[in-house]
């Protein structure tokens, strides 16, 4: 079980604009609304919301707290140019856990610090706030113990490489020990490249461990952290606002029937033409993976043995979904064929895990 050295795997290109999300700006002040333009040019695809609305920004009609509520959910961040306060107000009553909360950025409206308040590590706060005080020639104003510390955090780590922490309290145990200068053992079943960072040692003599593995049972560390590999992907077609109870009750039996955890899924695939689709949506909120989409083309050029549909392709312009997006994403091999139930199609793919230090 000790790593080995790969090839890391490539997600495909449109994963990252995925994983995103939305990314809310809102400032409250006219020089709030000026550097919320600079701020634009490094998110394009953030909406701007602000008491000063031109250009790009819209106006910011309910009060802050009422219009977060609407928004926290659906997004990746919300980037505040306000004090603090404002934004720690307008955010306490939403917060859920550090694996589903979005981040939260705050900057003055000079543009002299910004502020990762909430999600610093998972959500990518900090990264965030990284490349924004980069961007503006701003003071970074990091504050999580593991980053100011230098130490590794596993956190950050595991959602870098799509593994699933299955206790999330158990961050808090490593990291501490972490900084306590306390070695944190390590050991996968899967191959990890790369020169493990201090702190972390390959073997299983240590009283806090990390473990990469299917199997939960596996725990040799008396406080051991449980890293669960994604590497599954659905495909997924679906007829115009079918039901998201029959998805979901088709998913979980299919899972089910194949002995796939869902907490193995890296990602759900479909066509472009789907991506508002509701329920598709609902599912990838309630498994927290990202939607990747691909055009009719990026499907129809893709090689493989397909289970085809005239109907599906006069519809689409392709002759299968599931199956294409499936092998679309990452070329993952396909494991779980065409099924099709109460208007939806459904496909599953699979792709070894490959991790890296």
Known sequence: MNAQNFMTAHFPMNLEKALMDKIYIISFTQKGAELSL?????????????????????????????????????????????????????????????????????????????????????????????????????????????DINNKFAVDVWAEKNNLYIDDITMIKEVSSRLLRNEKIGFVSEYQVSGIMPDGIVADMQQECGIVIADNLEIKPYPYTMQLIPKEYVLGIGARKDAEYNYLKDFIERVLKENNIDKRKILAIASIDIKKDEKAILKLSKDLNVPFVTYSAKQLTDMQGDFTSSNFVKKITGVDNVCERAVKCFNGSEIIVKKLCENGFTLSIGHKLWQGSF
């Open 38 to 146: 600079k701020l634009h040019k490094i998110y394009p695809d953030a909406l701007l919301y602000g008491k000063y609305p031109f250009d790009n920004i819209k106006m910011l009609e309910k009060d802050i707290k009422s219009f977060t509520a609407d928004i926290f959910y659906e997004s990746r961040a919300v980037i505040f140019i306000s004090a603090v306060g404002i934004a720690v107000r307008a955010v306490a009553p939403l917060i859920v856990s550090k694996n589903k909360d979005a981040a939260v950025i705050v900057l003055d409206d000079n543009g002299r610090y910004v502020i990762p308040v909430l999600s610093g590590h998972i959500g990518g706060a900090n990264e965030m706030a990284l490349k924004i005080a980069e961007y503006i020639n701003a003071e970074p104003v990091i504050t999580t113990a593991t």
